[in-house]
């Protein structure tokens, strides 16, 4: 299960609640497959709910594992937003691929980084023209495993987004910063 609620100006803004399902095939030692599914529903505050949509995402990919906590992956990925409001031109259909990779730092400490590209190609018409959308994202993420004490991780996280629309209004570069803490009992 996956959710967040995120807030602008101090102000709530935007949410989401959904599953993401993801099968994992093992091919060899070193190489597997997946595929994954992540369904949802994407909601904003009143006075922009014509941006409501319930998104699918389909995944297909391979993963490669050079040591024993450590993989290369590559996917590609289609889905679609639908959009919740009458009218609204929210409503797309995406394509892309992301590539990633993970290894361990150490002993207790794990790296994160991916760095993706996805295609929006938008149902409605903005403005009376059609609007196709290109996101080059970015992710770089440490794990520091059992900090304080067992089963506590504590993991920072910056994610870069650059979004190239053919509406200047949706051109914009973005950097968020983020902190899971997780406890897992052992």
């Not at 929210?90 to 980084?113: I, Q, V």
Request: charged share 25%; hydrophobic share 35%.
């Amino acid at each position: 299960l996956d959710a967040y609620w995120a807030s602008r100006d101090g102000d709530s803004n935007e949410s989401y609640s959904g599953i993401d399902l993801l099968f994992v095939g093992q091919l060899n030692e070193r190489w597997d497959l997946r595929a994954g599914i992540r369904s949802g529903a994407l909601r904003y505050d009143e006075s922009i709910e014509v941006l409501d949509v319930n998104r699918t995402l389909y995944t297909l990919g391979t993963g490669y594992r050079f040591a024993s906590r450590g993989r290369f992956s590559i996917e590609a990925i289609r889905g679609s937003d639908n959009e919740q409001r009458s009218g609204s031109p929210y409503g797309n259909s995406k394509s892309g691929g992301r590539l990633s990779l993970g290894m361990p730092l150490g002993d207790a400490n794990y790296l994160f980084a991916s760095v993706g590209r996805l295609r929006s190609e938008y149902d409605g018409l903005f403005f009376g023209l059609p609007r196709e959308d290109t996101q080059l994202t970015s992710v770089l993420q440490i794990e520091f495993r059992d900090v304080l004490t067992d089963g506590l991780t504590i993991a920072p996280r910056l994610r870069y987004v650059d979004n190239d629309s053919d509406f200047g209004l949706y051109n914009y570069q973005r950097l968020e910063g983020g902190l899971l803490i997780r406890w897992v009992a052992k």
